[in-house]
């Protein structure tokens, strides 16, 4: 029996990051690894080929998920605050479509928000193919500093590309002042509060501001361990994608 759209607890956000070359692949994984009667998916894209349009018009028919498109180019800010209207869930999460799930991940973003009280939960990123075993991130440093003279932003990545072999310890949940949009829990009443995303930046440093607003705000960030994805390598460019973007 399907469940009614009133008990799913979490609205996954799904944006454009690089490219579209990933699409087919990301919703197979999201799908495959995530109960369906847990989320529901909003997908938003801008300017794209006919090509990407077409595939994702037919997988939105094929798996029931929510397509927002405009015919000009988004900046991931733009295309999240598209969907925030209609997100009826206690929980988000922002998710790029470069970025592959692994089995469970929803489940473990959940049970450390519900255990924690966090207001944002991050997973364990790798970087590239999952069986690279390369990181990208987890847990990081961003804070200002106020020094004699003026002040100064630390930002800090202590295991990007680090092989996931090569710690010394196991991952722990822990607190996190650093939060990246790859793949990222958030309760609806924290959105709620700091109101949409702030679309004058353009830039990937967009992460760093939401991150900088959660201390400012005294919310709980956590960095779970038990969740998984991977941010896939960009291939090289299309030109087929470039007649779509032009």
């Known amino acids: 029996m399907k469940l009614c759209e009133s008990v799913k607890k979490v609205t996954i956000i799904m944006v454009v990051r690089e490219t579209l070359w990933f699409s087919k692949r990301i919703l197979d994984a999201l799908y495959q690894h995530t109960d369906p009667g847990i989320f529901k998916l909003i997908y938003v894209t801008g300017k794209s080929s006919r090509r990407d349009r077409i595939q994702l018009e037919m997988e939105s028919v094929r798996r029931g998920f929510q397509l927002i498109t405009r015919p000009y180019h988004l900046a991931p800010n733009e295309a999240r605050n598209l969907a925030l209207p209609y997100v009826d869930t206690e929980y988000v999460v922002l998710l790029d479509n470069d970025c592959l799930v692994m089995e469970g991940w929803l ?4 049970n450390c928000a519900k255990e924690t009280g966090a207001a944002l939960v991050s997973p364990v990123v790798l ?12 847990t990081g440093l961003c804070h200002i500093v106020e020094e004699e003279g003026g002040r100064t932003f630390k930002e800090g990545y202590p295991y990007h590309l680090k092989p996931l072999s090569d710690l010394k310890q196991p991952l722990h949940r822990q607190c996190t002042e650093l939060l990246e949009y790859h793949c990222l829990m958030i309760r609806r009443e924290f959105l709620d509060q700091v109101g949409p995303f702030d679309e004058d930046l353009k830039s990937t440093r967009d992460h760093l501001d939401l991150s900088l607003r959660a201390q400012e705000m005294g919310v709980a960030c956590i960095s779970e361990p038990t969740a998984c994805v991977a941010y896939l390598h960009p291939p090289k ?4 994608e470039k007649r779509g973007f032009c």
Do not use: K, S, T, V
Not at 107 to 110: F, I, N, Q, S, T
Not at 127 to 135: D, H, K, N, S
Not at 237 to 240: A, G, I, K, Q, V
């Open 237 to 240: 460019f299309l030109w087929r």
């Open 127 to 138: 970087f590239g193919e999952p069986e690279e075993r390369m990181m990208h991130f987890f």
């Open 107 to 110: 489940e473990a973003l959940l």
